[in-house]
């Protein structure tokens, strides 16, 4: 005998309700298994999913570093590879 007719009615498939977070639309999709997510998933649509990589790559959003980490550090020097600066 077999388990699967035994699981709860209201287990799956049922209502996904999320955000996009590009356009704010409220989505709400049938979710059928519990580890299948929306095609687009965060997104409600493939363009919203391009609006968002098109931000990051012009660089629209950025991970803030620590002042410390970049701005106080003098520029190194550094020679081509396999070049030696000294000179004879």
């Not at 790559?57 to 550094?78: C, N, Q, V």
């Amino acid at each position: 005998m077999e388990d699967r007719d035994q699981t709860a009615p209201d287990e799956f498939p049922r209502h996904l309700e999320f955000t996009c977070p590009t356009c704010k639309r409220r989505v709400r999709v049938l979710q059928e298994h519990p580890s299948k997510l929306p095609r687009f998933f965060p997104f409600c649509s493939e363009r919203c999913k391009l609006i968002d990589l098109g931000a990051w790559l012009d660089a629209g959003y950025r991970i803030a570093s620590k002042p410390d980490e970049e701005s106080d550090r003098p520029a190194e020097k550094s020679s081509p590879a396999g070049h030696s600066e000294s000179h004879e």
